[in-house]
């Protein structure tokens, strides 16, 4: 069975909802792998990759405890393009292969897995994917949202907002959309739609 599992890919930008909106799935009983999760698995104490990031950006970036710095980082390559880009050709490749070993797992008896990530359409990541499910809120909803949750400054969110894809090309590569403004019964009723339809349709 595992083997003819289609995947949804499930995105949005920073602050959307999208571990929310994967929780809805769960209790569906639908399997879900995270790759913010992945990313963070790639760069624990200890593996290659931590390793050249600290050799390329210096001690700054890591923590007392020896892990990795995450807001350093994150407004180190936020604010130079090319730093990004370098994380990105180091990093993603890893993401890409663990996500794979992760996406089919064994014993499982519906016909779709989720792979949550927030770079799905900026990257490759949406070429292992059958449909796309796109979360959406407005900018400042993202915006207010993420500077609560990380204790980032505005400004600092929406520069990440800034580096990824724009809402309205987002909204143009989906098959379907997620209204994650309007409360959580509105999106477990949404939620449900689409996992009667994917059951359906897969």
Avoid at 23 to 38: M, S
Avoid at 67 to 89: H, M, N, P, V, Y
């Amino acid at each position: 069975m595992a083997d003819s599992v289609k995947i949804v890919g499930l995105t949005g930008g920073i602050g959307s909802g999208k571990s929310t909106i994967a929780r809805l799935f769960a209790e569906l009983g639908v399997h879900w792998v995270d790759a913010d999760d992945i990313a963070r698995e790639v760069v624990e104490p200890g593996t290659p990759a931590l390793r050249a990031i600290a050799e390329h950006f210096g001690e700054r970036i890591l923590l007392p405890s020896g892990g990795l710095d995450r807001a350093e980082l994150r407004s180190l390559i936020f604010q130079d393009e090319a730093e990004r880009k370098w994380l990105e050709s180091l990093l993603h490749p890893l993401i890409r292969e663990a996500m794979l070993n992760q996406l089919h797992p064994r014993d499982y008896h519906l016909p779709y897995t989720l792979l949550i990530s927030p770079l799905l359409l900026e990257t490759d990541q949406h070429k292992l994917v059958d449909r796309i499910v796109v979360i959406d809120v407005p900018v400042e909803t993202q915006i207010e949202r993420t500077a609560t949750r990380d204790g980032n400054s505005p400004e600092q969110v929406q520069r990440i907002i800034d580096a990824q894809m724009s809402r309205s090309n987002r909204l143009a590569k989906a098959d379907h959309v997620i209204d994650n403004a309007a409360g959580v019964e509105r999106a477990r009723a949404q939620v449900a739609e689409l996992h009667t339809r994917f059951m359906n349709d897969f």
